[in-house]
């Protein structure tokens, strides 16, 4: 699977400058043969709901890279890069999802098969903490240092030859990238799950771009709720006297001067009224609560105030101002488990509660679909392990924790 390019000097990648609609055929022509294909964007800036495309970038082996000038091609001639990017090319990438969105936004959305070096070499690095951009791994992989200086320039005045090679380099490094990337994947026996990956990143690029709808006005009800509670909580901290020792106040006298979010004045305070503790965690404090009021209403107070500052006071700031949606940014093997993660904001640690989860609403027309596989990791375990008893089991949908209860205690199923 291995592939041969033509860049032996990646410092001045040949490419040919697209800036009319007959160019554009003629090149795109040139270029269909491939069965792979280098895809990058140079956009004006990175919200795909304010900011536009300026270049595409395209790189096939043995070819100078072909740099489309979007605003320069008719709207009605774009239909042919269109239907060029619906190819069946192996359409190669770097954080695909963010050129995926723009093209989709510019009507030019790409078709599978995709391959993303970005994806891939998560993949490959699964649960260790190391660098993802592309100039971290031409590095690593190529040991070429890539010079990013032109990717914060500007992109809406006109192209500088600086610009036009740094975006040919974009495109043709993937090239070279790919087949190591390949070959590595091949090699840990992980290329199946690469390309699973590949295959989710345009639905998590679209899920991205629809963005969740809030009901402002109720979440801010809910905000206000839970404030009041805070506030409650607080000043059971300041005013309840500890059981069994009614004549001191955990905060006495200088009440104001202590704060409940200073874990050393609040343990001074806690020894001080006598609960044996060493420590302010969560560990210590919960076999505790039930037994001292005061301190159920300190973990209290530490939930209440982190929802209110992470997700009451916050999210509101995430609605988009043209979209009026928060659109989160989603990280397929974000968490080094290999979940998912979901940042800015972080909606995946929204509250259980359904006063909170009923503020995200669908848009009039539509509904919001709750989904869950049932079991999905034991079923994965039943086909990667071959147990015959489990997988007879699921094919029969017998509840396989009753199943296993049986059996460890001897009594037969009741299924």
């Known amino acids: 699977m291995s ?103 510019a009507g030019l959305q790409p078709n599978a098969p995709f391959f993303d070096t970005q994806l891939a070499y998560r993949v490959l690095t699964a649960g260790l903490k190391t660098g993802l951009s592309l100039q971290t ?5 190529l040991n070429i240092e890539l010079d990013k200086t032109q990717q914060v320039s500007d992109w809406s ?28 994947l091949e090699r840990s026996q992980l290329l199946k799950i690469a390309q699973l990956e590949f295959h989710c ?16 006005s109720r979440w801010q009800t809910l905000g206000i709720k839970l404030e009041s509670d ?35 004045q609040v343990l001074a305070a806690l020894q001080a009224a006598g609960i044996p503790v060493n420590s302010t965690n969560q560990k210590e404090l919960v076999p505790l609560a039930k037994q001292h009021p005061v301190i159920q209403a300190l973990l209290d107070y530490r939930h209440l105030s982190k929802i209110t500052a992470t997700f009451a006071d916050s999210l509101p700031k995430h609605i988009h101002p043209m979209t009026g ?11 080094r488990s290999g979940r998912f993660s979901c940042r800015n904001p972080p909606l995946q640690t929204i509250p259980r509660d359904a006063a909170a989860r009923t503020c995200f609403v669908a848009a009039p027309g539509y509904q919001i679909v709750r989904a869950d596989y049932s079991q999905i990791e034991l079923r994965i375990v039943a086909r990667l392990s071959g147990d015959a008893r489990m997988q007879r089991a699921y094919r029969r949908g017998e509840d396989l924790h009753r199943l296993t209860a049986a059996l460890v205690t001897g009594k037969r199923s009741l299924m």
């Not at 592939?3 to 269909?32: C, D, F, G, W």
């Not at 506030?231 to 006298?253: F, K, M, T, W």
């Not at 949606?325 to 968490?335: K, M």
Request: charged fraction near 15%; charge should be negative.
């Open 230 to 264: 805070r506030d409650a909580a607080l000043h059971q901290i300041r005013e309840l006297r500890v059981v069994g020792n009614a004549q001191i106040s955990l905060l006495p006298e200088m009440t104001d001067a202590i704060n409940p979010n200073s874990p050393q």
């Open 201 to 216: 990143m345009p639905a998590v690029a679209q899920m991205e771009l629809n963005g969740m709808l809030l009901d402002l």
């Open 157 to 184: 005045k006109l192209l500088t030859s600086q610009q036009l090679q740094y975006a040919a380099l974009d495109a043709a490094v993937l090239l070279e990238l790919y087949p190591i990337l390949v070959k590595k």
């Open 137 to 141: 791994l031409v590095q690593k992989l």
């Open 3 to 105: 592939v041969s390019t033509t860049y032996p000097n990646l410092k001045n990648v040949p490419y040919h400058l697209i800036t009319s609609s007959s160019e554009l055929e003629t090149a795109l022509r040139s270029l269909e043969q491939s069965s792979i294909l280098g895809l990058d964007c140079e956009t004006t800036g990175l919200d795909p709901h304010i900011h536009t495309i300026r270049l595409i970038q395209l790189a096939v082996p043995s070819q100078p890279v072909i740099l489309i000038d979007l605003p320069l091609i008719a709207p009605c001639d774009q239909s042919l890069l269109q239907q060029f990017l619906s190819s069946p090319a192996i359409k190669i990438t770097h954080n695909g999802k963010f050129d995926w969105q723009f093209l989709a936004q």
């Open 325 to 335: 949606r928060i659109h989160p940014t989603y990280y397929q093997l974000g968490a």
